[in-house]
């Protein structure tokens, strides 16, 4: 079983920038996968971004060149760095991660983003 905790959310104004931490109680090592994923109210939970073993990063279209994964191997902890944030990022954002082939997901933060 592998814990996710997650912080970070909050409101912003257009523009703006947030960073969300995500804490595993899992060693990254360990895991195949681990990033990000958000839901918007009445659209499906989508990928935002995602490291896999190794250093291969993915992230979604509508975010690249805005949002930056990484990732800190002694606090077995991932962040997402949010800038110029827009109105349509706004959604619940979960953390997930991957170990073999079960997908682990935190309890999720939301983010605001005013126009």
């Known amino acids: 079983q592998v814990q996710l905790v997650e912080s970070g959310g909050g409101l912003v104004q257009a523009g703006g920038s947030l960073r969300l931490s995500c804490a595993s109680s899992?060693?990254?090592?360990?895991?195949?996968?681990m990033g990000w994923y958000r839901q918007a109210p009445g659209k499906q939970r989508e990928l935002v971004a995602l490291?896999?073993?190794?250093?291969?990063?993915n992230y979604a279209h509508s975010v690249k060149g805005r949002f930056t994964i990484s990732r800190d191997n002694a606090k077995n902890t991932v962040y997402l760095q949010m800038n110029n944030l827009k109105p349509e990022d706004t959604a619940v954002y979960y953390c997930?991660?991957?170990?073999?082939?079960?997908?682990?997901w935190g309890q999720g933060t939301q983010v605001t983003v005013s126009s």
């Open positions: 899992e060693s990254i090592f360990r895991l195949n996968a």
């Open positions: 997930t991660a991957r170990k073999l082939t079960v997908n682990y």
């Open positions: 490291f896999f073993s190794g250093t291969t990063n």
